[in-house]
T-cell receptor
Framework: KAGVTQTPRYLIKTRGQQVTLSCSPISGHRSVSWYQQTPGQGLQFLFEYFSETQRNKGNFPGRFSGRQFSNSRSEMNVSTLELGDSALYLC?????????????FGNGTRLTVT | AQRVTQPEKLLSVFKGAPVELKCNYSYSGSPELFWYVQYSRQRLQLLLR??SRESIKGFTADLNKGETSFHLKKPFAQEEDSAMYYC?????????????FGTGTRLTIIP
């Protein structure tokens, strides 16, 4: 079974631009979660989607948004990029949206904002 | 708010020595706890979770509700155990089932 696939692997953007990251979950997985990983803050939860609906949201500004499509693929969008948005963005999928369903992570998209 | 604390950022242990990676959490009740591991150049992956009560790669972790801890242990460290370890928790059925991670501990096994 193919793992979680995130594209692109690397992105360089300038302040003020917007960016869209993509995540394809493991086949059959219906829940997709997004995390931001930085050296200072570690892994911070952004949001979770299940069956095209946002179920949970972390403490990030409205510039961070996401969506999930009917095939469970998910996209994350960040508008008006700031230098502090530079991070590794991880996507994780799970079979269901529930505490007993472990997360399977992708390799991440490394975003650099200059 | 739920919080996970991993007090050690770095931990070095000699090969063959016992390993203990500490994890404490804040909240009462019955959380679900996990250990995730990230080996060099690999993706973050689940190592074990407390409800399974299993031993993976020689690692075990016991949930101690009294001390609100979920320490990861292995009696004899191996070089391939060198990695970044993250403790994580989730509170089911609270309408907020996000997984909260600790800041991680980098374990280095000295040959």
């Amino acid at each position: 079974k193919a793992g979680v696939t995130q594209t692109p692997r690397y992105l360089i953007k300038t302040r003020g631009q917007q960016v869209t990251l993509s995540c394809s979950p493991i086949s059959g997985h219906r829940s997709v979660s997004w995390y931001q990983q930085t050296p200072g803050q570690g892994l911070q939860f952004l949001f979770e989607y299940f069956s095209e609906t946002q179920r949970n949201k972390g403490n990030f500004p409205g510039r961070f948004s996401g969506r999930q499509f009917s095939n469970s693929r998910s996209e994350m969008n960040v508008s008006t990029l700031e230098l502090g948005d530079s991070a590794l963005y991880l996507c994780a999928s799970s079979l269901t949206s529930g505490a007993s369903s472990p997360l399977h992570f992708g390799n991440g998209t490394r975003l650099t904002v200059t | 708010a739920q919080r996970v604390t991993q007090p050690e950022k770095l931990l070095s242990v000699f090969k063959g020595a016992p390993v203990e990676l500490k994890c404490n959490y804040s909240y009462s009740g019955s959380p679900e706890l996990f250990w995730y591991v990230q080996y060099s150049r690999q993706r973050l992956q689940l190592l074990l979770r407390h409800i399974s009560r299993e031993s993976i790669k020689g690692f075990t972790a016991d949930l101690n509700k009294g001390e609100t801890s979920f320490h990861l242990k292995k009696p004899f460290a191996q070089e391939e155990d060198s990695a970044m370890y993250y403790c994580a928790l989730r509170y089911p059925n609270f309408g907020n089932e996000k997984l909260t991670f600790g800041t991680g501990t980098r374990l280095t096994i000295i040959p």
